[in-house]
């Protein structure tokens, strides 16, 4: 979180935050799955302002073989913002952020990857944030599972995130950018509807406790929405591969 900015209002009067949102409500997303056709999987995000794209491959054999598991299979993620992604342009390859972010998302992921089923390989997923305006893990993890999903890679279920946060003195859903740099908190929310499992959760800034269950609250009844359109991201996918063979048998 950045350092509080005087003079600027991130609530007005009517309650309204800067981009016109409630302090529940979700910023416009859409998710599409299956956009890359040599990948074994992926999705595109666009989730307000942010804009994402996801391989999958895998599971395939594990290089050097000295890093094989022969009881599962090693996830492997890469989180990666184009240097164009952000109007401070960014240096090109990883840095500090991205490696600790492609991290804590690659262990999210694994809690819900059936490893075990695949010894010996290697899972790799490439996040490509093309454009980014706060809250690029949540969108990354969320469209990571669809893309692991369109690859047909068995889970114990989607995982919907979403960051939660504190702007002037009150608990707000999906930050922008000004409320991410000048707010008060942010909360990043990893939920597993099906299991009711929080594979992510992170906090930079200060809550107090009551504060803190109405933010995870809040974000988990969003993850349950978001969730929701993971699903039918997929099903669309699904009844378009399986018009298209309908119409190449007729």
Wanted: some cysteine; hydrophobic content about 40%.
């Amino acid at each position: 979180m950045g350092i509080k900015k005087e003079g600027i209002k991130l609530i007005n009067e009517d309650g309204l935050r800067i981009d016109g949102r409630k302090p529940d409500e979700l910023r416009p997303i859409k998710i599409e799955a299956g956009v890359l056709k040599r990948a074994d999987g992926s999705a595109y995000i666009e989730w307000g302002k942010n804009k994402i794209l996801v391989g999958v491959y895998g599971p395939r054999e594990l290089h050097p073989r000295h890093l094989q598991d022969p009881t599962k299979a090693k996830v492997q993620c890469r989180y990666d913002m184009a240097s164009f992604s952000v109007i401070d342009r960014k240096r090109p390859g990883p840095d500090r952020r991205s490696i600790e972010i492609s991290k804590i998302i690659g262990e999210a992921l694994e809690n819900v990857i059936f490893t075990h089923q695949f010894p010996r390989t290697s899972i790799d997923i490439y996040i490509e944030v093309l454009e980014a305006n706060a809250g690029t893990r949540c969108a990354g993890l969320t469209a990571a599972s669809v893309a692991l999903a369109d690859a047909g890679i068995p889970m114990k279920d989607l995982i919907a995130a979403v960051s939660v946060g504190k702007v002037d003195g009150e608990i707000v859903l999906d930050l922008v950018k000004e409320e991410d740099n000048y707010g008060e908190a942010d909360v990043p929310i990893g939920y597993v509807p099906r299991t009711g499992e929080v594979v992510l959760l992170q906090m930079d800034g200060d809550l107090s406790y009551e504060e803190f269950e109405k933010a995870l609250n809040m974000g988990i009844e969003a993850c349950k929405k978001i969730y929701e359109m993971q699903k039918d991201a997929l099903k669309r996918k699904y009844v378009k591969v399986a018009t298209e063979i309908v119409e190449e048998v007729e």
